[in-house]
């Protein structure tokens, strides 16, 4: 019964997928018209920084906040567009999801590998992944049937309750493989910089 379910929920998200990318897109994108306004915010506290305003200071940080957090605002506007009915508790899930899978692969490459040179770090790849991975949850759980004792926790209060083991471990994967990529990225990036023009061209070319 348990298999059934996970393969009804996982054919759900995958219609969801093929039937409705324009709306995927719109909900995943609903923050992009911020990014335009957190650069003006920017600018002109970089403006009034170097005219001699010290405070200004905080309209460059309120941007550079903005920008930080934009994988944690497309995991929540991704979950909410994947899911039909409870949005507002997908979006939760979706926020909820991407907090502990970032500081769970953060943890991770600090603790199991300490020496390497380039730590983890939240990108739009990781807003992408939380997004999905708390839609999926939701289907997964959000109709999930517990025994009677069990009853306060069923619905989309179990969505909350699994999604954070899921989104740990999964950070915790992401984390581990992170440094195996990132020494090995760090060195190429270094010998391309070293060869000059020629470094110049290989990058390009794979690019």
Excluded at 17 to 27: D, G, V
Excluded at 35 to 55: E, K, S, T, Y
Aim: charged share 10%.
């Amino acid at each position: 019964m348990a298999a059934e379910n996970i393969i009804k929920s996982i054919t759900i998200t995958g219609r969801l997928l093929r039937r409705y990318p324009t709306r995927i897109s719109r909900a995943a994108f609903m923050f992009l018209p911020v990014l335009p306004l957190a650069g003006l915010i920017r600018a002109a506290g970089d403006g009034l920084q170097r005219a001699g305003l010290a405070q200004a200071a905080v309209l460059s940080g309120t941007a550079d906040a903005i920008f930080t957090y934009v994988p944690l605002l497309l995991a929540i506007c991704l979950a909410w567009g994947l899911v039909a009915t409870s949005q507002i508790m997908a979006a939760v899930s979706g926020g909820l999801a991407f907090t502990v899978m970032h500081y769970a692969a953060v943890l991770t490459s600090d603790v199991l590998l300490p020496a390497a040179e380039m730590k983890f770090q939240m990108n739009i790849l990781s807003g992408l992944a939380a997004g999905f991975l708390a839609a999926l949850v939701y289907q997964l759980c959000a109709r999930a049937r517990l025994p009677i004792w069990l009853r306060f926790f069923a619905g989309e209060r179990l969505v909350l309750i699994i999604i954070i083991p899921v989104a740990a471990l999964t950070g915790m994967l992401a984390g581990y493989i992170w440094q195996l990529l990132a020494n090995p990225m760090l060195h190429l990036s270094d010998w391309v910089y070293q060869q000059g023009p020629a470094g110049a061209f290989v990058y390009g070319t794979l690019s």
